[in-house]
């Protein structure tokens, strides 16, 4: 286990070995999320593979959804 110390804008570093093993990349965005006490930082997953996740979507709208989120992150 590694430690790491919040400085005053909330902010923490990663530790490069962690940074490198995920294949983090300046300016990649992570997902922080709060379950029992925790807090999980989760790195990007490519949209494609949440393909067939819900069975209730059509895969016409998941390819729209996702286009629609590829356009965003463009801005």
Avoid: H
Avoid at 19 to 24: P, Q, T, V, Y
Avoid at 41 to 54: F, H, K, Q, R, V
Wanted: proline content about 4%; glycine content about 6%; overall charge positive.
């Amino acid at each position: 286990m590694q430690t790491v110390t919040i400085i005053a804008k909330g902010q923490v570093v990663i530790p490069a070995n962690i940074r490198k093993k995920l294949d983090l990349k300046k300016g990649e965005k992570l997902a922080i999320v709060e379950e029992n006490g925790y807090i999980k930082m989760i790195p990007p997953a490519d949209l494609t593979s949440l393909y067939g996740a819900w069975s209730d979507l059509d895969a016409r709208t998941v390819r729209k959804q996702i286009e629609d989120m590829r356009k965003e992150e463009r801005y």
